[in-house]
């Protein structure tokens, strides 16, 4: 990928040289853009690492136990981290650390990892215990693999080693990777097992934050399909060990789950699809689509009665904030390409204008797709830092940011409104009543009076910007 | 719903269940904010850096800028310093930074990179400083990890001219929030001395917004001022566990006499910062002072029998517990369960101790505990009210118990960086807090024929 940004002057250019191939300009013709390698050292990256792409996947998991073998900082800053809500267990909310110690560093801490593994068997008898690895558990070499296989022998239950050392990789993906590596593991059937086929769905990439999943599942029976699994949004051991039963993989979050999707179908023979709940013209696509699979007359009727019905709900609250929101700028940074497709449909419905947009982990494939999406002259950039995003986000005169805890308060400190958008989200975003509350955001953040009062200061400044944004 | 325990009582001796602390890179990366013009980078794979940073912002709500070396396989194998001296190289020049301050991570720690090697080996612009130290996370908690940053500061920049010692004192103010060592500074200053506060985080953890956004903003400790401190007179040491092995340093290396003290919460901590810089420099106390401190006299006696005589668990980083359960004691509550996460054995002795001078029987403490042990320990005799971090919300609503915030982090509440728990400023508002607490509690739960209005 050799590929720079023409479009981009000098003066526009990224602040550093090494990342000029990083960032790209729409409506260019050579739509190609450099992603998918390390950060720059010292870059101020605002990336994360393997393990926390595997535990953001398998973290969902309610009922088992995800036990972190390092020293104890990674799970400590990982307690709790999503807002993946459960309708039943609660195991998946405690933070369980080998807290490993500089003895075990020298010697090994192996033993430190059977011992913790045996007191959490006698202390809760759970039905599985996910161990991730860590930067130093992969360094010094603690076969936790081993380990994994000898404690599941012992106590019988599923006890599967999740190969997530931070230091693999700067990219979640690698992450994301182990993490479903785990879950291929965990439901895959034993020597002898067999899961029955249903008429049901799995629904994959899909984390039940704020109870995403159970709003789609909803839609879903109503019109007349059952939710087998998600993998791994309110989910259980027991549930996720029935997803070979499925007739259907629903992908949603296609940077965590596509690998899984096609090992599914390859091993048990289950066709999937992407699907996208965000926003209500993705979600009447993907319900539209999933009906399609299932070609079935009733389950057309009721798809489209649905729509039709949650739509009148919608529309009007679009037109309500539209008359706000039209011609404001956005700018977009998120962890996936999937939320940023998503995002810029959204706030393109809502008459705004996309002026940035960058990821942590897109492909050369996503970037050309948002590419296509967004207005001439709109910056993209992969894997940005805050310089960058400073930069552009005062250049292209934006009004509001979607994007996650490290983006929040620098948009904050530059005047610019702000919605998390981010995996550790709280509340959910999802299928009609999502896109409801999202619009609510966009208008509330964009449109808040306390920019006025920054603005009154700004006044002497920047007289430029301050007409631009005054009509909020 | 929110149980951590299980139903009966098991031995917990293997790992952390619910910890109550974090790696040491953690504190590190908040010291090094706290000098003027810093950029912290972290040496070792992106994930710690993403995660300090994240944990930083949560808490701060303000954007915690640290950059990474951003290791993979091959600097694993290899070592970390072509990685480290391209990142200071680029660091330098985007961001342009007065000082780095490196900290390692347990990657590099574990690789062994020789770090001032590494630093003395790169291309360091005219004018500019990298600084380091190491933090092993493996060992410690985030705690030890801020005082081996301030040990960094101390041994790459403190130095004395030999000349005779400015008639001004040095504060290491420990890992508190920017409005503590506002709080701090204004005490110091209210007594007439001239201060040195580093690592001082107020103006760049609490930035206000400005017409122009600045990446370094104007606060934070000059580094002519900590290159200075090797000429003053003393330094108060903040907190035996962040603060006092930077000052045996300081002392050691430019002769500063060093003053061990509790950090400045509660009655008996503050009047003890305030007669040791009286005692240092002969000052007289200003009337003002007097004034505060008589306000939460005042206050104390108005509210006594809110809380006289309740019992409290409390948890949270030692020199932060050490000196609230003083301020318990003075307030007549009773500490009844005390722990840290960090690891420190004489924590169990000073706790044990003040509350064997208090005539306080049958209170547990426990040093490197984790929320495990509190919960179980609360669940086997409950409490009135539980004071900790934000982590401790989920006990609180399992063992329905009012639940007061202090300490770090509190990712849940805004405002807590910006008010002080420390100075007699900082006594109003942690009695406020804790009657507030226990008076709604009695709101919500008494009769209809005892809701009163008057309390
Ligand atoms: S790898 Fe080590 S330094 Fe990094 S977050 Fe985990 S415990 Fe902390």
Not at chain 1, 235 to 262: D, R
Not at chain 1, 353 to 362: A, C, D, K, P, S
Not at chain 2, 402 to 412: E, K, L, S, Y
């Amino acid at each position: 990928m050799e590929n720079t940004c023409p479009l981009i002057s000098e003066t526009d250019a990224a602040l550093i040289t090494d990342r000029q191939s990083s960032i790209m300009t729409a409506g260019n013709n050579k739509k190609s853009i450099s992603c998918d390698v390390d950060s720059l050292a010292g870059s101020v990256s605002q990336r994360a690492c393997v393990f926390s792409g595997a535990r953001v996947v398998l973290n969902p998991v309610t009922d088992a136990v995800h036990l972190v073998h390092g020293p104890i900082g990674c799970a400590s800053y990982t307690y709790d981290i999503r807002g993946s809500l459960s309708s039943g267990p609660n195991m998946y909310r405690r933070n369980f650390s080998t807290d490993m110690k500089e003895k075990d560093v020298i010697f090994g801490g192996e033993t430190k990892l059977i011992a913790c593994i045996d007191e959490i068997v006698e202390k809760y008898s759970p039905p599985a215990i996910f161990v991730y690895a860590t930067c130093v558990a992969g360094m010094i070499g603690d076969d936790i693999v081993a380990v994994c296989r000898g404690a599941s022998e012992r106590y019988g239950i599923d006890i599967i080693p999740v190969e997530s050392s931070g230091f693999l990789s700067g990219n979640k993906i690698i992450g994301y990777r182990a993490a479903a590596e785990a879950l291929l593991k965990l439901i895959t059937p034993k020597d002898g097992e067999v899961v029955e086929k249903t008429r049901k769905l799995n629904y994959l990439g899909e984390y039940n934050l704020g109870g995403e999943k159970w709003v789609v599942e909803r839609y879903l029976k109503e019109i007349g399909i059952g939710i087998n699994v998600a993998f791994t949004g309110d989910s259980t051991v027991a549930k996720l060990k029935k997803a070979p039963g499925a007739c259907l993989n629903l992908v949603q979050c296609t940077g965590s789950m596509h690998w899984l999707a096609g090992m599914l179908e390859e091993k048990f023979d289950i066709p999937y699809m992407d699907v996208n709940f965000f926003g209500s013209q993705n979600t009447i696509e993907s319900l539209r689509k999933i009906a399609a699979f299932y070609d079935d007359p009733g389950i057309y009727a009721r798809t489209e009665a649905l729509i039709e019905r949650e739509m009148k709900a919608v529309t009007p609250v679009i037109e309500k904030y539209k008359k706000k929101l039209t011609g404001k700028r956005a700018a977009i940074y998120v962890g996936g390409a999937f939320k940023a497709l998503a995002i810029i449909r959204q706030l393109k419905e809502l008459g705004m204008e996309i002026v940035f947009t960058g990821t942590q982990t897109g492909k050369k494939e996503d970037y050309e797709e948002i590419g296509n999406l967004l207005n001439e002259g709109s910056i993209i950039v992969d894997d940005a830092n805050p310089a960058e995003i400073e930069k552009f986000l005062i250049e292209k005169k934006v009004d509001v940011m979607a994007g996650g805890v490290k983006e929040r308060f620098l948009a904050y400190k530059l005047g610019v409104g702000f919605i998390d958008h981010n995996h550790d989200r709280k509340d959910g975003l999802i299928g009609f009543e999502g896109a409801v509350k999202f619009i609510r955001e966009v208008y509330v953040t964009t449109c808040s009076p306390v920019w006025k009062y920054m603005k009154e200061g700004l006044k002497e400044e920047d007289d430029d910007r301050n007409s631009q944004q005054d009509d909020s | 719903m929110l149980d951590c325990v299980p139903d009966k009582p098991v031995a917990h001796t293997a790992g952390k269940i619910n910890p109550i602390k974090a790696c040491q890179p953690l504190g590190a990366m908040y010291a090094a904010l706290g000098i003027h013009g810093c950029l912290p980078h972290s040496h070792g794979s992106q994930g710690c850096c993403a995660y300090h940073r994240m944990a930083l912002t949560r808490h701060f709500r303000d954007p915690a800028m640290a950059s990474s070396s951003s290791f993979t396989e091959g600097a694993s194998v290899f070592g970390g310093g072509s990685n480290l001296k391209t990142a200071i190289k680029n660091i330098f020049q985007i961001y342009n930074p007065d000082i780095i301050a490196v900290h390692t991570t347990c990657l590099s720690e574990t690789i062994g990179d020789d770090i001032p090697t590494i630093i003395k080996q790169s291309e360091i612009p005219e004018g500019k400083y990298v600084i380091h130290c190491n933090t092993p996370s493996y060992k410690g908690s985030h705690i030890t990890g801020f005082s081996n940053m301030c040990k960094g500061m101390v041994s790459y920049l403190a130095g004395s001219d030999g000349s005779e010692k400015k008639r001004r004192v040095n504060i290491f103010p420990g890992f508190i929030n920017p409005g503590d060592m506002r709080e701090i500074k204004r005490i110091v200053s209210e007594l007439g001395v001239s201060y040195i506060m580093y690592p001082d985080t107020t103006g760049v953890m609490d930035s206000p917004i400005l017409p122009k956004y600045e990446m370094f903003p104007k606060g934070g400790a000059k580094i002519e001022d900590i290159i200075d401190s090797g000429n003053s007179q003393a330094t108060l040491a903040l907190g035996s566990w962040a603060s006092d092995e930077p000052a045996a340093l300081l002392q050691e290396k430019c002769k500063v006499k060093g003053i061990p003290l509790k950090l400045p919460i509660g009655v008996k901590a503050t009047d003890d910062m305030i007669m040791a810089i009286k005692n240092e420099f002969g000052v007289e106390v200003p009337e003002s002072l007097d004034i505060e401190r008589g306000q939460v006299l005042d206050t104390l006696i108005d509210t006594h029998f809110h809380y006289q005589g309740k019992t409290v668990a409390l948890f949270g980083d030692p020199d932060h517990v050490i000196a609230m359960t003083e301020f318990l004691i003075t307030m007549g509550m009773v500490p009844k369960y005390v722990l840290t996460g960090t690891p420190g054995s004489k924590f169990e002795k000073i706790i044990n101790g003040m509350l064997e001078d208090a005539g306080i029987e049958g209170s547990k403490v426990r040093a490197e505990g984790d929320l495990f042990d509190l919960q179980q320990w609360i669940k086997e005799e409950s409490v009135d009210l539980l004071i900790g971090n934000s982590h401790g919300k989920y006990i609180a609503r399992a063992e329905d118990l009012p639940f007061v915030r202090f300490g770090f982090p509190i990712m849940d509440r805004a405002v807590h960086p910006l008010m002080p728990v420390t100075g007699y400023r900082g006594c109003l508002r942690l009695i406020e807090m804790i009657s507030d607490a226990l008076l709604d509690r009695r709101d919500r739960d008494c009769l209809d024929e005892d809701y009163e209005l008057v309390l």
